[in-house]
């Protein structure tokens, strides 16, 4: 290997050792409601065609999947490939959505999961049935999205790169920001407004679920027992 693999190999086992004891939060005040992050590369390596996508979907404060993989198919362009993006990750959404509707926690996904991504263009072709010369050339598979969007299964937002954890699953980025995101993707720190709930919302949520307990207690005295 070359010198610089070799130093990437040392500060690898430095940053491994550093962190060994962190690994992966989840909070009592957490979401209840699943959310994704995702982003995308575009020929950062300079190696190959197919950038490297990514994408975490938190649940309870943290991280329950997680992905970063070369694209399949050669995007001309970073809005392309942040739109195939969404599509990939809404494979795991809509897997987590019906795992937590078949244990009993379907008012979990009642609302569309947000995905959420730092590419404006990504984010209106998903919600918006527009042809554009940026995505009229997008293989038709991936706008199964806009199907699942219109059916309430996600919605599509934007937000800065800067606080988009997703970013470290992509790309080589600089230590402040590794610093920075750390701790968002692991869950160790909330994210405002999607990872955490305030206590108005605990509240909201201990009272519904006391009031589907009591509602399956009824329900059950109500059956009768055969001899």
Not at 121 to 137: D, L, P
Not at 189 to 209: G, Q
Request: charged letters at 25%; a positive charge.
């Amino acid at each position: 290997p070359s010198w610089g693999a070799w130093y990437a190999a040392l500060y690898l086992l430095h940053f491994l050792y550093r962190y060994r004891e962190d690994g992966i939060q989840y909070r009592s005040d957490g979401n209840i409601e699943p959310v994704c992050y995702y982003d995308s590369g575009f020929y950062q390596d300079k190696v190959g065609y197919r950038p490297h996508y990514g994408y975490v979907v938190y649940w309870a404060g943290g991280p329950i999947i997680w992905k970063s993989k070369r694209h399949v198919n050669i995007p001309m362009q970073t809005s392309e490939a942040e739109y195939m993006t969404i599509s990939h990750a809404w494979r795991s959404v809509k897997w987590i959505r019906s795992l937590l509707t078949e244990m009993g926690f379907g008012y979990m996904v009642k609302q569309p999961t947000r995905v959420i991504g730092d590419n404006q263009n990504a984010t209106n072709w998903a919600v918006e049935n527009m042809i554009s010369e940026g995505n009229k050339h997008i293989d038709i598979s991936y706008m199964k999205i806009r199907e699942v969007v219109k059916k309430g299964e996600i919605l599509p937002l934007w937000v800065k790169g800067e606080f988009n954890p997703s970013d470290l699953l992509t790309k080589v980025v600089t230590k402040v920001v590794v610093e920075q995101l750390r701790e968002l993707l692991h869950g160790l720190k909330p994210i405002e407004k999607w990872t955490t709930r305030n206590a108005s919302e605990i509240t909201r949520d201990r009272r519904a679920a006391m009031a589907r307990y009591n509602l399956q207690v009824a329900a059950r005295s109500r059956t009768p027992h055969r001899m």
